[in-house]
């Protein structure tokens, strides 16, 4: 077996046979790249994480030169700060206000479907992105900072709002944090043959490059919100990606929010809209359709239009997650509650860990951050958002389409 290193903290732990309880994810951080800021983002809250660290077996570097050492050192310095100032602690009052906003728009949906069906999945179609924004947040143990807690929170809410695997979510989503816009690590790039974010996406996605259609591509601004986002996606997610993991891998509590939440949710609309099984699941899926459109949607605004990052290339965590996130109209509050406070993307990808509605404070005490160390932050309003994305796939499409693509 080939030797395999991680660098903490100036230590050098050897992980040859060390299985990491997230998943492959690690492994990234194998090619001799401090990865120090990496762990401590990841494992802020997580005791076993520094248990299990100092079980491995470590060398001391004596001497460990790394690119960006005075950035890094300013930004333990900023870390520091925010953690004074209480920006890592979660605030219970944040919490009851989210979970009541569900309950409010679940009952709500459900007092509507007495009078209009339509309406009512318009309604759950809110409360599923809403969803989804909230087992986000728990997944990264920062809604309520107890980690068993954040997780059956992120469990119920995944199975009974959004019918699909918390577990599976955190497998792939850790892999996107570890390395945004990286060619070959980054699940969110690897989305062939439904949509393609960078010019080569086909060629870089050996696997599915065969089910490509150019015609498809060519497309890819008109169909990527109403037939990938709204239906391809959620078809294969839904249907075999996350059924299948949670069948094989024995997700037992996961199968029963999940079975519980598509069960009341078809039987609401046949018991209170006096609707037939067939009709019933039309409005299920309708609705389903809309929360996936509504989430997909703007999970796409903060890195699509990035750049990516080649497979050999090892930029240091801080500019990877400035240089590879958007933050998003940062002083409208509407758009932080539309957008679930992931408008602040590059606060959340430098600090996973921090309460996401937090952004606001810590998007102005980056600016000088980035501005002393000439660091790209990109903050644009909502509406450009949606132009740039659109104009990146119609882009990405044209490229993919002609003959030189």
């Not at 401590?40 to 994480?49: L, W």
């Not at 792939?172 to 080569?200: C, I, S, W």
């Not at 996936?292 to 290339?313: A, N, P, Q």
Request: proline share 3%; glycine share 8%.
């Amino acid at each position: 077996m080939t030797p395999r290193f991680i660098i903490i903290n100036s230590y050098k732990y050897d992980i040859t046979d060390f299985k990491h309880p997230g998943g492959n994810v690690i492994n990234y951080m194998t090619n001799g790249e401090n990865a120090t800021e990496v762990f401590n983002e990841f494992h802020y809250r997580s005791k076993s994480a520094h248990k299990i660290l100092n079980s491995l077996p470590k060398t001391k570097l004596e001497k460990f030169d790394y690119e960006d050492k005075e950035i890094l050192r300013d930004f333990n310095e900023l870390r520091k700060t925010f953690i004074r100032k209480g920006y890592f602690t979660p605030s219970y009052v944040h919490v009851f206000t989210r979970m009541g906003t569900l309950l409010a728009l679940y009952l709500g949906a459900c007092y509507t479907i007495q009078y209009n069906c339509f309406y009512a999945a318009i309604i759950f179609g809110v409360c599923g992105g809403q969803c989804g924004w909230l087992q986000h947040e728990a997944g990264h143990n920062s809604l309520t900072g107890i980690i068993k807690l954040d997780k059956l929170i992120q469990e119920f809410i995944m199975g009974f709002g959004l019918y699909v695997s918390a577990s599976k979510w955190n497998r792939m989503h850790n892999r996107h944090h570890a390395t945004p816009q990286k060619v070959g690590h980054d699940v969110d790039l690897e989305t062939t043959p439904f949509v393609a974010f960078y010019k080569n996406a086909v060629s870089d996605n050996k696997a599915t490059a065969r089910f490509c259609s150019p015609a498809w591509l060519r497309f890819q601004a008109y169909t990527f919100l109403p037939i990938t986002s709204g239906l391809l996606v959620p078809v294969y997610w839904r249907g075999y990606l996350h059924t299948a993991h949670m069948i094989r891998n024995g997700k037992h509590r996961e199968i029963m929010w999940t079975v519980l939440g598509t069960t009341a949710h078809i039987g609401a609309f046949m018991r209170l809209g006096e609707l037939s099984l067939g009709r019933a699941f039309f409005y299920h899926y309708l609705s389903c359709w809309l929360s996936y459109i509504y989430m997909f949607g703007h999970f796409s605004l903060s890195h699509s239009t990035t750049e990516t990052v080649g497979e050999e290339e090892n930029p240091s965590w801080i500019r990877y997650a400035i240089e590879h996130s958007v933050d998003i109209s940062t002083s409208n509050y509407l758009v932080g509650w539309v957008m679930g406070y992931l408008n602040y993307q590059v606060v959340h990808h430098l600090f996973p860990s921090m309460p996401q509605y937090r952004g606001y404070e810590v998007s102005k005490e980056l600016v000088p951050f980035c501005k002393k160390y000439d660091i790209k932050y990109k903050r644009i309003g909502y509406r450009r958002a949606w132009y740039e994305m659109f104009a990146n796939l119609d882009c990405v499409g044209k490229y993919s389409y002609s003959p030189t693509g």
